[in-house]
């Protein structure tokens, strides 16, 4: 029964929305009426408000529906969303501070001079844009009210023309800073804990493991990966365009002719086209280049762009008057300074000890400097036309559409999973042939159906949350969360060129003259539709466009993770096997030879480490040696196995989703009145079809799938054992010798406690053994601030236990002093002569063996590990095998 009241819902919604009714309240409105109407129905035929929902009631529905609304603006660790009304105030400014006019007429006279050369302006004048502004109404308008007479003036095609300035105009949907990578984003970072969910209890039932390997969790997202993972795909559609463009010139001259320029290319020309270009791109490079560079978090590059478009708005309003850059160059004035300060002198006011306080004083002068400049700039855009005004206003208009939306849509999500509607489509896209890329290609196709009459926004807010789950937490593909959320936006793009409903269709519509028709706009959108859908499969088909550029950034960054995390210990075995392979004999000589220089007079438990280390270090290349075949034992049995595995698992899944079914009938039969014989009779009929249908599912698994599963788990089994054995060796291996380097290293703090020795031995041999016992507590104290000094202290405290009875055994506390000192002396002794002989041999091996058999105990990877890190994860892996 849930389900005709999702259908209900689903029929509300469309209706509404059809009906012209604002999407802000069509959507909250169609799941808040569906879940009164269920509860209503469900109490007057049933007697039970909570009957027709799929789990709990219509109070339980309607709280989760306002927590999601509370969420997107209560809680503090989800601030991605603030990012969105910065990004839209520097869109609008650059608008109305006619930037985009100068770039348009500049290039156009560039690029004008070859076939095509101006169609190839306005789209090389699109991805400025779409990199500074993010809007693509303002955009569109903004090229079809200059560009688009401009074309049709040099005898353009109308279609093609148009088609130009609709599809350059909406590239700001795809190259960063985009508003819908940032919505994207945010629903994709609750998506990534769902999916991880699922996948955690996959692991568990088929396992019965309760913990999932860290590399098997589906990695989140955030607004900074994704405007990283779409830069690549967003100039893969740039050049696409303008390729299209060329090409077709090329064959068809009369549809995009040559547009001479009547001036001269002369010095005076360049310096123009340098100062146009120049302000877009320092704003993209601020914008893009501080989140590129660790500098800056998503937010904080919001707030760069929007302060920077009103500085770049503040000279262009100003324009031939002799002040114009005059807020510019202050700005510039003010920040060079603070800038070189910050990189050399500590100018944290809190920091008591290494704080410089003359560097913060002249800081904060330049500071004032450089707000004078800013405040100026401001002031500028607020007298100037009243420019100012004009973009707070339509900042917050804009805002408010899009948070407005994002709430209900919060609703209704609530509402469809109230009614079942997640699991439903979970089923529906797990029972299909073929694994992820039949769901995927199917979630694509629906996608961009949708945008023929959805907004983008709406689809990313009531789709994304539905269907990313189900995707991310699909083992087969194992897909990252950035990729799938960069597939969702290019497709979406093209929301605004396909009919009828495509918005910048009627954005270029308004602004177009009479004689371009709405049918040659539609044709001109056609080909840039199909350039689209080619850039989805090229973006599919290499996912290291995507996923490289993040991976490589956070790797490089200062909070780069250490190669000891989970995620990266696939691609770091590859990087460190290839060494092994390679360099074998070297890295077997080093330990040998520097096995040769290390002293035998050492402490025993010295010698211990020593020892531990060289047996470890030696004996690593036979344990690869030994994990290598299985792993080739193993990739060799699951190349055959694997789709057996996933046929089989695909049916275990279906056979406990006919178990739940069976087990929810049962408890309606036990609900039941005793005297509703007929009901009981029809619910025992369902559950002996249930039944039946898992008796032939049964009959479905191949006679051989018990012992290829158990000959595989013996498999899996011995190559985890192993790989296991293989990094606690390396691990041991490297740890005793940064053991080794500490206790070194720390000689000097040992040698310091030669006086308190030296009175300790006085007072012993005066029989003075309070004091003794005083001088031994104040020992025990500072040894524990020196490594390697356990053994001495389990001598003090033999000393201890001696003096502390009530008849002191002096000759056995002679032996256990003389015991005592001596292997102070010594420690003292093998830390100076190592210091200065061995630790220089030392630190030349370690540099040997640090990045093979150390490689995992270093606190980050070096930028060639990072990058072949990077790589190796850019591409997808099949885990299911491990489900």
């Known amino acids: 029964m849930e389900h005709l009241f999702l259908s209900l819902l689903v029929i509300i919604m469309i209706a509404a929305l059809a009906s012209g009714f604002p999407v802000a309240f069509a959507l909250p409105g169609s799941a808040i009426i569906s879940i009164g109407l269920a509860a209503f129905f469900g109490y007057l035929f049933e007697g039970d408000v909570s009957a027709y929902f799929a789990t709990d009631g219509p109070i339980e529905w309607l709280t989760a529906g306002i927590t999601n609304f509370r969420s997107n603006y209560w809680d503090v660790e989800t601030d991605t969303l603030i990012a969105i009304p910065l990004f839209i105030f520097m869109g609008i400014m650059l608008q109305k501070s006619k930037i985009a006019e100068d770039l348009l007429v500049t290039m156009g006279q560039l690029f004008g001079p070859i076939p095509g050369g101006l169609g190839i302006s306005v789209i090389f004048v699109g991805a400025l844009l779409a990199a500074t502004t993010g809007i693509v109404g303002a955009t569109v308008i903004a090229m079809g009210l200059i560009s688009l007479p401009t074309m049709l003036n040099n005898k353009y095609d109308k279609s093609l023309a148009s088609g130009i300035v609709c599809s350059s105009g909406t590239l700001g949907q795809i190259i960063p800073p985009s508003i819908v990578l940032i919505i994207i984003a945010d629903q994709l970072a609750s998506a990534s804990d769902v999916a991880n969910t699922i996948r955690q209890s996959d692991y568990k039932l088929l396992t019965g493991e309760f913990n999932m390997p860290g590399e098997l969790r589906v990695g989140s997202t955030s607004a900074g990966d994704m405007f990283l993972g779409a830069l690549l795909p967003g100039l893969v559609l740039v050049g696409l365009y303008m390729l299209y463009v060329f090409i077709y010139a090329r064959f068809n ?192 196709a629906v996608i961009f159906l949708l945008g023929f009459f959805l907004d983008f926004i709406e689809i990313a807010v009531v789709v994304v949350p539905i269907i990313a789950p189900i995707l991310l937490a699909e083992t087969g593909a194992n897909v990252s969360a950035i990729w799938l959320g960069v597939m969702i936006g290019v497709n979406l793009q093209t929301s605004f060129l396909t009919p009828p409903f495509g918005f910048a269709l009627f954005y270029l519509k308004g602004v177009a003259p009479k004689f371009v028709t709405t049918l040659n706009i539609w044709k001109g959108v056609f080909p840039f539709i199909i350039l689209q859908l080619i850039g989805l499969g090229i973006v599919g088909f290499y996912p290291s466009l995507v996923n490289y550029l993040p991976a490589r950034t956070y790797l490089t960054s200062h909070v780069a993770p250490p190669p000891m995390n989970p995620k990266l210990q696939y691609c770091l075995q590859d990087y460190k096997f290839d060494i092994y392979n390679n360099e074998e004999q070297r890295i077997k000589t080093a330990i040998l030879n520097f096995q040769s220089l290390v002293p035998t007079d050492l402490p025993i438990d010295k010698l211990d480490i020593f020892e531990e280390h060289f047996e470890n270090a030696l004996g690593t290349f036979a344990l690869v040696k030994k994990l290598q075949k299985t792993e080739k034992e193993y990739n060799l049995f699951a190349d055959g196995y694997r789709d057996l595995h996933f046929s089989v698992r695909k049916k275990q899944k279906k056979i406990r989703k006919i178990d739940k079914r069976i087990e929810k009938l049962k408890s309606e039969i036990r609900n039941l009145d005793k005297d509703n014989v007929a009901e009981k009779n029809k619910i025992e009929l369902k559950i002996e079809d249930y039944k039946l249908e898992i008796k032939e599912i049964n009959k479905q698994i191949p006679e051989n799938w018990t012992s290829k599963n158990k000959e595989f788990e013996i498999l899996l089994k011995a190559k985890n054992t192993k790989t296991k054995r293989y990094r606690k060796n390396v691990d041991q291996a490297y740890d005793n010798l940064d053991q080794i380097v500490m206790f070194i290293q720390e000689h000097k703090k040992l040698e310091e406690l030669s006086p308190e020795i030296k009175k300790l031995k006085n007072t012993i041999d005066n029989k003075n053994y309070e004091n003794s016992i005083a001088i031994i507590d104040n020992l025990f104290e500072k040894l524990g601030e020196i490594s390697g000094t356990e053994e001495f202290a389990n001598k003090l405290d033999d000393l201890v236990s001696i003096i502390d009875n009530d008849e002191i055994d002096e000759e056995k506390l002679l032996s256990a002093s003389s015991e005592a000192f001596s292997l102070f002396d010594l420690e003292v002794s093998w830390r100076n002569n190592a210091n200065k002989n061995l630790l220089p041999e030392l630190m030349k091996y370690n540099e040997v063996i640090k990045n093979n058999i150390g490689l995992r105990l270093q606190s980050k990877l070096t930028k060639e590990q990072a990058k072949f890190v990077a790589r190796c994860n850019s591409l997808h892996r099949d885990v299911s095998l491990n489900f």
């Open 253 to 444: 001259p009369k549809a995009a002719p040559p547009v001479p320029f009547k001036g001269q290319f002369d010095f005076k020309f360049w310096v123009k086209v340098v100062m146009v270009i120049i302000p877009p791109l320092a704003l993209i490079f601020a914008v893009l280049g501080s989140i590129l560079m660790g500098i800056a978090t998503v937010n904080q590059a919001g707030s760069i762009g929007a302060i920077g478009a009103t500085i770049m708005a503040g000279y262009r309003l100003h324009q031939g008057k002799k002040d114009a850059y005059y807020p510019l160059l202050i700005t510039v004035i003010g920040i060079i300074p603070i800038f070189i300060l910050s990189n050399n002198y500590n100018l944290n006011i809190k920091a008591l000890e290494t704080r410089n306080f003359a560097a913060i004083i002249i800081t904060a002068f330049f500071t004032i400097i450089f707000l004078t400049g800013i405040v100026w700039s401001f002031w500028r855009a607020y007298k100037v036309d009243n420019v100012l005004k004009e973009v707070v206003t339509e900042t917050c208009v804009t805002t408010s559409m899009v948070f407005i939306i994002l709430l209900g849509a919060a609703m209704l999500t609530s509402g469809f999973r109230a009614f079942g509607g997640e699991e439903l489509v979970r089923d529906f896209l797990q029972d299909l042939p073929g694994g992820f890329w039949t769901q995927f290609i199917v979630v694509m």
